[in-house]
Structure formats: C-alpha cells, structure tokens
C-alpha cells in the first residue's frame, strides 16, 4: 500500500471504531475501503474482523458505566455470541470463495435494510421498557445466530443485536447499546483469533484498522450519541452501496 491509502485504511478505522458503538454498522466503511485498495474480499473480510477488535473492546469499555448491573445479563449471553462466531468465521474460511462473493452483496443489502430501519427498532426498544421481559431462550438463539452472522460477515452485527433485544428485552437503550458492544467485541474477538490460524490475512491492515478504530472507539463512546443519526445512517447507506457495487463490478 502507498501512504495515501494506509491513511486512508486508518481513516475508515476510526470511522468504524465510532460507528460500531454508536450504531455498529464499521465494516460498511472499511470493507469498501480494503477492497478499493486492492484486497481480496475474503482476506479484507478477514483483516477487517481482526483489525477492528480492539475497536470493539475500546468501545466496550467506554461503556463500562452502562454495563454495571448487567453481569448476569452478559454471562449469559456471551456464549451464545462466541458460539456463534466460532460457526460463523468456519464458514468463512470453508465455503469457497466464490460463495462469500455471491453472498456479501446480500449480506451488505440486509444490513443496510437494518441500518435504515433502526430508528423503528429503537421505538420498538422504547415501547418495551416497561414491560417485564428478559428475553429467555429466544434472545440466546437470536444473539447465537447474530453471532453466526458476525463471524461470517460483520457488517450491521451490532445493530442486528439491538434490533433483536429491542423486541425481547425490557431495559434502556444505552444500557442494551452498552451490552451489544460486549457481545459484538467477543464475536470480532474468537473469529480474529481462528482467522490467526486458519486464513490469510493481511497483518498491515489489521495493524492500521486496531490504531484507527482503538481511537474511534473512544470516541464514539464519549461524543457519538451526539451526532445526528440520520446524517450518520445516511454516510453508512452510501458507502454500503458503494461496497456493493465495487463487490459486483470485480
């Protein structure tokens, strides 16, 4: 890579950071990215989940204060989410290549789908916080199967969690917002961790993409609630088209 899109890879890194723990759409900025400057679809996938790991856990500890009281909540949760990424990242790596290109672009349409429709999954949150539900059974097969799909393709994970808790669980959004960022760090965590062993990847990028997003991640937790969601929804629509083009025009 020249200078100009190493800059470039951080750049969409600390987009992605901020995003994933505002709304957790990042991968629909740094995949296009990586596959502009070249990269493979599946090894940017892969790079993409190891790189913004630290992003994820940086986000998650900015939440930190919205987690107390949730111990039981993400000891619960959390094996469904790394069980989920395990199966997804398999898949990954053991479907042919072409089956990943045939499928993103889907992927990519389903999670922009998700990212437009959040404000409606957010009143559905709001009208539920009243009512005395925890989710049970069907919340841990609904994040098992989000995990399935962040280990595979991450794109619009964390919103695919919020939506899912949204219709299953009474609590407050920033409280749900804080637990999806732990549940979504741990899927990015074990599939990085199997890519280590059973994928290429390309450590420069991953290198590029933990800096960038490390400090996104911050950010998004101190000043993201504060930026207009429409404007940030609508920059992820427009770079999610972007990837989807860029995937069918290779």
Not at 97 to 113: S, W
Not at 216 to 237: D, F, M, N, S, T
Request: glycine share 12%; no cysteine.
């Amino acid at each position: 890579m020249s200078v100009w899109e190493m800059i470039a890879v951080v750049t969409a890194g600390v987009f992605a950071g901020g995003i994933n723990t505002v709304v957790g759409s990042g991968t629909l900025v740094t995949f296009p990215v990586l596959l502009a400057v070249g990269y493979p679809p599946v090894v940017a996938n892969v790079s993409n989940s190891l790189g913004l790991v630290p992003g994820s856990l940086s986000g998650a500890w900015g939440y930190r204060e919205e987690l107390k009281g949730q111990a039981d909540r993400v000891k619960r949760l959390l094996p469904a989410s790394i069980l989920g990424g395990i199966i997804g990242a398999i898949l990954l790596v053991t479907l042919p290549d072409k089956a990943f290109t045939a499928i993103v672009p889907v992927l990519i349409v389903i999670a922009l789908v998700l990212v437009v429709i959040q404000p409606w999954l957010n009143r559905k949150l709001s009208h539920r916080r009243n009512e005395d539900s925890d989710g049970g059974l069907l919340l841990w097969f609904g994040v098992f199967a989000a995990g399935i799909y962040g280990g595979y393709f991450g794109a619009a994970q964390g919103v695919l969690v919020m939506g899912i808790m949204g219709v299953l669980v009474s609590e407050h959004l920033q409280r749900m917002n804080a637990l999806k960022n732990v549940l979504t760090a741990f899927v990015n965590l074990v599939a990085g961790v199997l890519f280590i062993f059973i994928a290429d990847v390309a450590w420069l990028v991953v290198l590029l993409l933990a800096v960038g997003s490390v400090v996104g991640g911050q950010i998004g937790a101190k000043i993201g609630r504060k930026l207009p969601p429409a404007v940030l929804r609508g920059v992820i629509v427009v770079v999610g088209v972007a990837a989807i083009v860029q995937l069918l025009t290779r």
